[in-house]
């Protein structure tokens, strides 16, 4: 999919152009957005110089903070994550178990593996782990 843009208006109140990774409609009926923005960081070159880099960063942000922009289409973008692995999250805190999408920017990634999107369901349907509130995901 090309990278479909919309305006964000941030907690500060800048607002920014991000790519909208996907899309979901919550049970109450909001639409929250799954965001990447390119950002510049430092990498070293193999003289060991500092040189600009790029990492994409991934954010979430509910209508009405994302807006379209006039003239881009939107019809591709999906509804769910495109991604097709998911990741379980150990807490650190007890045994609580936390499935995240493969996108999501809250899991510790030291205590965090790749599952299957089956075993992702399984864990889901009987109870063993909770879905993430921040990507809220459906395997
Ligand atoms: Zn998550």
Redesign the pocket.
Known sequence: MQPVPVRVTLPDGQTITANVLYRRREPGGSWWYTLELPLTARDEDAAGRSVPSERRVTFAAPYPQVQPIPGTDYRDVPDHSPCDEWRLEHSRYGRLLVL??GL?W??DPANTERIAPQAASDLLMKGKATA?H??N?YP
Do not use: G, Q
């Open positions: 995240h999408d999501c809250s899991p993430c921040l990507c995901p």
